[in-house]
Structures are given as C-alpha cells and as structure tokens.
C-alpha cells in the first residue's frame, strides 16, 4: 500500500524512498514484529481458552512430551499469518502479481493447516483429516499458482529448471512444469510441517531460509545484480523479498511466545503455510534447487520419515529410534535445547552453502 506514495515522489521528493524494496523489507520486519508481540498474548489467551486441553500429543512420541506439552495451545501459526497479512498489505507492492500469488499460496496452505488443527483439537486426538484429501487440496493449490506463474514469467524461464553453479543451463520441462512446481511447493510445506516438532525447532531455520530467499529474490529481480551474478532475471520478484521480510519479523515476534517452554505452538496452520511460502518463491525465483540445499534441514527430516516408513514396511525393522529425525536424537540422550539449536546451526550452515550458488558458477 505505501509503495503507491513513490507516485508521489515528482511532487514530494522525500517519498522516493517507498520505491525502494530495501526499505520497505526493513518495514515489513519491524511492523510484522511489532504486530506479533502486540497481539501475540491476547491471541494466546483466546486460543488458550478456547481449545481446553490444548494439542493432542502423540501416543507413540517421547514420553517425556506427554508431560512437558500438554495443555499447550496450537494453531500459532496464525500470529504469524496475520503479522504477514498486515505487513505485506502495508509495505508490498499490490500491483505486483507475485505479491498475491505467493501469498494465496501461503494463506491456501495455512487454512489447510488450520482446518487439520481444528479436527486434533475437536477430536482430541493426533490425526486430522486424510492424508490424501490434504494433499489433493495442496496441489490444487500449488499447481495453479503455478500455473499462473508461468503466465507472467518471460520465456524461457517459464517452463524452466535452473541449476546452480551452472549459468547457462536451463532444462525446458514443457507441461511438465506445473507438475514440478506444484510438488516442490508441497513437498516443501510437508517438510516444514514435519520439522515442527519441538519448541523452536522448525521456526529459526524457516526464518534464516526465508532471509536467504529474500537476498535471492532481491538479487534475481534485479537486471543489473542478476547480470552482475550470472543468475537468471526474473523481473518483478525482487517484491518478494518484502514478504520474506515480513516472515522474519512475525517469526522472532512467535519465537518470543515459542521457546522453551513454549507457550504455544505453530501447528499445521504456521508450518504447512510456511513451507509454502518458501516453495513458492523458490519456484518464482527459479531456485528450486537452491531451496532443497538451504532448506536441507527440512529435507532431512522429510527423508527420515520416508525412510523409515519404507523400511519398516518392506523389512519390518526401523532404521531411526523414531522419526522424525529430530526424536531419533532425543531417544539417543539429547536434550531438547540441544537437538533444537544444532539444528539451528545445521540450518544455518546449509543457508551458507546455498546462498554461496549465487557466486560459484
């Protein structure tokens, strides 16, 4: 919304400044914040007295968290969410089609998330609605933003696969893209959602991926950065770096009610949104490879159920204590804290690597 004030600028000079994506990114961040701890408690005490008992817990998790857990409230992630809304509809550039594609995704994928969090707390149990039905609804979701994207991106990109370290390269997936974007979209939200597991765990890494993803949205939607670099040109998604921003912001503001010992927790309606995000803007970037490298700690954990399912259905035997990975390391003596910040710093590392893509090539 105040990006419009630069019309302005011929007029009054001074507001010039709304037309640069650097500051209105510092902007999103500081009024996401200031949002979440506004009304972070008042938003806790109503999901507090609303749902009772809390989060079901898993039956066949840590035994430990049916005693340090219960009682705590879900649905979290809808600070997080309003805190986006807020900043995005304030700083972000509503003409920009990226803008509102990335958010539909996100706000798709969280009243998924919110509605499998309403049916655990109503039934009071740990499963929500079906497995398939959820992700049907992801990719209807996914696969038209994707579609759509492609509407808007200049060729050849849109039907494009780019790979890091390679500058030149690009693999034309045909009709074949939407597919591909739809599935690194859910894939991505699934693997995030799988991350949320303890207190803090999955939102520090979503927060220093995001950050990473702002730089190379920035960089990507700008001719002369993207030129400068070798990366591809994808005009008009540098905006998302407002957007990336504004998840920082509301992110430290959760983080402030979400350490240990959390006083809410972000369930499906922040993690499934979140790893939507963080899909969609890799797709809208052309950094889908990039986000399975930052975003490996997700990955991780992702794999770590698929391996175990496998295995435990093919041999009857579990490669993990238990899985997610992250319980696996509670189960070999780890503390909470421990597991929960070496995987921040996992996160970070594997943020480092990716982002040095933009460089080496």
């Known amino acids: 919304m105040l990006a419009f004030l630069a019309d302005f600028s011929g007029t009054f000079p001074f507001l010039n400044v709304f037309r640069y994506i650097t500051f209105r990114t510092g902007g999103a961040v500081i009024t996401a914040l200031l949002f979440v701890f506004m009304f972070g408690p008042s938003i806790i005490s109503y999901l507090r007295l609303t749902q009772g ?17 219960k009682g705590t409230p879900t649905m979290g992630g809808l600070m997080i969410l309003l805190g986006l809304v807020v900043a995005t509809l304030l700083w972000g550039n509503l003409r920009n089609p990226y803008v509102w594609l990335v958010l539909g995704v996100t706000l798709g994928f969280g009243l998924i998330g919110f509605y499998d969090d309403y049916l655990k707390i109503t039934k009071q149990s740990d499963k929500g609605f079906s497995g398939k039905t959820r992700l049907f609804f992801e990719f209807v979701i996914a696969g038209a933003a994707v579609i759509i994207m492609q509407a808007v991106s200049p060729a050849p990109l849109d039907n ?12 034309n997936l045909g009709w074949l893209f939407p597919v591909f974007g739809a599935f690194v979209i859910v894939g991505s939200g699934n693997a995030v959602n799988l991350t949320d597991g303890l207190d803090g765990l999955a939102i ?24 400068y670099l070798q990366i591809h040109f994808t005009p008009g998604t540098g905006e998302l770096a407002v957007m990336c921003g504004a998840i920082l912001g509301a992110g430290l503001g959760f983080l402030w ?33 990039v986000l399975a490298i930052i975003g490996g700690l997700f990955v991780l954990e992702a794999a770590s159920v698929i391996i175990q399912v496998v295995s435990y259905k093919l041999t009857g035997k ?18 909470e804290p421990q597991v929960v ?21």
């Open 204 to 227: 520090v890494p979503v927060m220093v991926a995001t950050m990473s993803f702002a730089f190379i949205a920035y960089l990507a939607g700008n001719a002369v950065f993207a030129d």
């Open 160 to 171: 494009a696969l780019a790979f890091p370290f390679l500058k030149d390269v690009l693999l």
């Open 318 to 335: 579990r490669v993990f204590k238990m899985a997610p990975i992250h319980h696996h390391f509670e189960q070999l003596g780890w503390t």
């Open 257 to 289: 009610f979400n350490a240990p010992p959390a006083q809410i927790f972000m369930g499906d309606t922040g993690s499934l949104a979140l790893g939507g995000l963080l899909g969609s803007v890799a797709v809208a970037t052309k950094h889908e490879i």
């Open 53 to 69: 008992k809390g989060q079901p817990i898993r039956a066949d998790g840590p035994p430990t968290h049916l005693l340090t857990k």
């Open 341 to 361: 910040i070496r995987f921040w710093i996992i996160a970070v590392v594997l943020a480092l690597i990716g982002l040095s893509t933009l460089k080496l090539r």
